[in-house]
Every structure is written in structure tokens, then in C-alpha cells.
């Protein structure tokens, strides 16, 4: 299994520039979010989904978008890139969402991250 | 929103020793722990959890220890080698949302 694949590794953009960072995973997991993670402050969530077709947004989800089309694939848009987006993102997938199922169940598995520098 | 501490942001420690890596949680309703290792560029991975109705897990060479009075939640890592290296942080689940704290990063001196 390759577990939670993230895409791409590395990106630069300039200022008002569009992109998306790609999410994939095989585990069959049912929650999929998206985390920043800046320095000196824990992993912030942008967006999660609990399964295909809903999605709701996090502690910091302005500038960003995302959609859920099959259980497989969680991308996340960055639709106006801002300095202030310049961070190191996370994707991370679990069976079930926090609070729900048995405690096992709700770790998340995180992809290897991409880091994302907005000029 | 919710926060999660750590007591020292480093530890430095020597290999073969133990670590002890601390976390302060704030919600006295967080039902589930989950610490986790992150390696330089890499994404953080689980190293094991715990649920409030535990005082103490043990797994491979590590321990999470629960003290509910204080909302106090510790790690320790026996014989500590220098593929251990690497930040450490905990996550609450206090109902439906993970909170993860700042880290602690722990260095292994040969």
C-alpha cells in the first residue's frame, strides 16, 4: 500500500497565482483533511471530509477550496496564492473522523507533505 | 480555540538513555490521545495512543503515561537511539476535531 501520496513535493508561486495540491489514498479511509504547518504552531486544519460528497471547512479555511469526488482523492485549491499561504502542507486520512467510531480508528495517517513558497 | 503545550520546545539526550517528552492538554474533555515522530521533510507518523480511561500504555520501547488530574501527558522512550531524533507531538481529540501541539523537538547525541 502507498498509504497517503501528496503532489507535488515542492512549488513556488507567485503572488495571485492558482494551484492545486493533489491528495490520494488507498486505504479505503472514509476522513480526509488538510493541514498547514507553520513554524512554532502546531498543525492547523484547513479543510476535512468525512466521505464522498461532503466536505466542511476547519480552523483556517480562507484561500483555499476543496472537493471530494471519489473516496480516493481529497485535492486541495488554492485559488489566489498569498504570501501568507507560504507553509508546509499536510494531508492526512483516517477510517473515521475524530469522535467517531472507536478511538483506533481515528488515527490519521499523513502524506510526506508539500512545501509551498508564494513570492 | 483549543491548545496543546509542550514543556520544553528541545531535549537533548544521550543515546542509550531514556527521554521523557511532556504535553499539556486544556480540555478536560478530550476522551482520546494520539502522540506522533516527525522527521526532518517528512509527514508525522504514529507512534501510539491512549484513551482517557488509561492511565498507561506501553508499546515498543515507548510509554504515553495519562494524568487526567493535571490534563498532563508524557511520552518516554526507553534506550533512546539516534534514529529517534526527530520533533515529537501529542494530539487531543476533545469530540470532533484533532489539536496538535507546537512539538518538542529531540536530538540523540552518540
Known amino acids: 500500500n502507498a498509504g497517503v501520496t501528496q503532489t507535488p513535493k515542492f512549488q513556488v508561486l507567485k503572488t495571485g497565482q492558482s494551484m492545486t495540491l493533489q491528495c490520494a489514498q488507498d486505504?479505503?479511509?472514509?476522513?480526509m483533511s488538510w493541514y498547514r504547518q507553520d513554524p512554532g504552531m502546531g498543525l492547523r486544519l484547513i479543510h476535512y471530509s468525512v466521505g464522498a460528497g461532503i466536505t466542511d471547512q476547519g480552523e483556517v479555511p480562507n484561500g483555499y477550496n476543496v472537493s471530494r469526488s471519489t473516496t480516493e482523492d481529497f485535492p486541495l485549491r488554492l485559488l489566489s496564492a498569498a504570501p501568507s499561504q507560504t507553509s508546509v502542507y499536510f494531508c492526512?486520512?483516517?477510517?473515521?473522523?475524530?469522535?467517531?467510531?472507536?478511538?483506533?480508528?481515528?488515527?490519521?495517517?499523513f502524506g510526506a507533505g508539500s512545501r509551498l513558497t508564494v513570492l | 480555540g483549543e491548545s496543546v503545550g509542550l514543556h520544553l520546545p528541545t531535549l537533548s539526550v544521550q543515546e542509550g538513555d531514556n527521554s521523557i517528552i511532556n504535553c499539556a492538554y486544556s480540555?478536560?474533555?478530550?476522551?482520546?490521545f494520539i502522540w506522533y515522530k516527525q522527521e526532518s521533510g517528512k509527514g508525522p507518523q504514529f507512534i501510539i495512543d491512549?484513551?482517557?480511561?488509561?492511565d498507561k500504555r506501553q508499546g515498543q520501547r515507548v510509554t504515553v503515561l495519562l494524568n487526567k488530574t493535571v490534563k498532563h501527558l508524557s511520552l518516554q522512550i526507553a534506550a533512546t537511539q539516534p534514529g529517534d531524533s526527530a520533533v515529537y507531538f501529542c494530539a487531543e481529540i476533545p469530540g470532533n476535531q484533532f489539536y496538535f501541539g507546537t512539538g518538542t523537538s529531540l536530538t540523540v547525541i552518540p
Open positions: 492526512a486520512s483516517s477510517y473515521s473522523g475524530p469522535g467517531q467510531g472507536t478511538p483506533g480508528a481515528n488515527v490519521l495517517t
Open positions: 480540555n478536560s474533555a478530550s476522551d482520546y
Open positions: 486505504m479505503n479511509h472514509e476522513y
Open positions: 491512549i484513551r482517557s480511561n488509561m
